[in-house]
């Protein structure tokens, strides 16, 4: 079946430096691709997608990019800051059989940046 | 008022009690999914609901059930609960429906911490 796999945590860095979280998925035909965003005592929210190949994701200064010949959609920001700790998770819509548009979530990847 | 809201926010409770978790939205959408989530396992989904007469089970749904009491209320119940469902619980919604491929997003409420004793 699908899956999506994340570089494992927790992440520790200081502000301003450039992050990088790695995501890797598998999957029948051509799913779409999330990151979400968990902070500290609240629920995921969709921090950006992509639908398609090549397509490029991007809100609040995070960008991620569809690579379909490495099955990959890495997190990336240049310059992070403390308010940017919280756990990040990659995701992709199933597109097999009935569980078809259902979303599918990688363990996540905590996120600590220091002043 | 949060557009997902789930009751109770937190609950302790021991082995062999039958615990109930609602999930209201005012979003308006079809779609209702509960979701398990445990440290180093991410979301794992628990049953998911299209519309009022759809109800599916997920990943892993063993010990668990729900009803879809309209389009707006979701529940999830753990009939005699143990210590391994001991996890934060969390309900989404998203807007599509059934049979379309999920370009979109899900909104997810603030969770229901729940442990087991």
């Known amino acids: 079946g699908d899956s999506v796999t994340q570089m494992e945590g927790p992440v520790t860095l200081s502000e301003e430096a450039f992050l990088t979280i790695n995501c890797t998925y598998t999957a029948t035909g051509y799913p779409s691709l999330f990151w979400y965003v968990q902070y500290p005592g609240e629920g995921l929210q969709l921090l950006l997608k992509?639908?398609?190949?090549?397509d490029k994701g991007s809100n609040k200064g995070f960008e991620a990019t569809y690579r379909k010949e490495t099955t990959s959609f890495h997190l990336e920001k240049g310059s992070v800051q403390v308010s940017d700790s919280a756990v990040y998770f990659c995701?992709?819509?199933?597109?097999?059989?009935?569980?078809?548009?259902?979303?599918?979530f990688g363990k996540g990847t905590k996120l600590s940046v220091k002043p | 008022d949060a557009d997902v809201t789930q009751t109770p926010r937190n609950r302790i409770t021991k082995t062999g009690k039958r615990i109930m978790l609602e999930c209201s939205q005012t979003k308006g959408h079809d779609r209702m999914y509960w979701y398990r989530q445990d440290p180093g396992l991410g979301l794992r989904l628990i049953y998911y609901?299209?519309?009022?007469?759809?109800?599916n089970k997920g990943e892993i749904s063993d010990g668990y059930s729900v009803s879809r009491q309209a389009q707006a209320k979701f529940s999830l119940s753990l009939e005699s609960a143990i210590p391994n469902q001991t996890a934060l619980y969390f309900c989404a919604t998203s807007d599509l429906g059934q049979g379309v491929i999920n370009t979109g997003e899900l909104f997810f409420g603030e969770g229901s911490r729940l442990t087991v004793l």
């Open positions: 995701a992709l819509t199933s597109n097999y059989g009935g569980s078809q548009g259902n979303l599918i």
């Open positions: 609901s299209f519309d009022v007469k759809d109800i």
């Open positions: 992509a639908t398609k190949a090549d």
